[in-house]
């Protein structure tokens, strides 16, 4: 069983960046494919981005498209979420996902219950 926690988070202005961490413990990272996630107050949690359990495919939602990258360390256990040119809406807290795949898996988890396993959670503040 993984667990995940995420760090990296906080307070940035419009047009700033961060780098989101998420480190797993507990069970093999590279045999789960990664997911973002972020849910802002009132709002249901949306898909950010995921990339697969090699690393070698990422996709991305439409609205963080060209400023958000997504990669991985599988020695390292972890998973980052480079997020630039922050904007207000980026405003959330952002959650990374762990789904367990086969190696040829690539298809396109983008949804919430895609994941078993979710971290606590990291909130990113962006000022306008």
């Known amino acids: 069983q993984v667990q995940l926690v995420e760090s990296g988070g906080g307070l940035v202005q419009a047009g700033g960046s961060l780098r989101l961490a998420c480190t797993a413990s507990?069970?093999?990272?590279?045999?789960?494919?990664m997911g973002w996630f972020r849910q802002s107050p009132g709002k249901e949690r949306e898909f950010v981005g995921r990339?697969?359990?090699?690393?070698?495919?990422?996709d991305y939602a439409d609205s963080v498209k060209g400023r958000f990258t997504i990669s991985r360390d599988n020695d390292k256990k972890t998973v980052f979420l480079q997020m630039n040119s922050l904007k207000p809406e980026d405003t959330a807290v952002y959650y990374c996902?762990?789904?367990?795949?086969?190696?040829?898996?690539?298809?396109?988890?983008?949804?919430?219950?895609?994941?078993?396993?979710w971290g606590q959670g990291t909130q990113v503040t962006v000022s306008s």
């Open positions: 996902a762990a789904r367990h795949t086969i190696l040829s898996d690539n298809s396109r988890y983008n949804g919430v219950t895609d994941y078993a396993h």
């Open positions: 507990g069970g093999t990272f590279s045999r789960y494919a």
């Open positions: 990339i697969t359990r090699s690393g070698g495919v990422t």
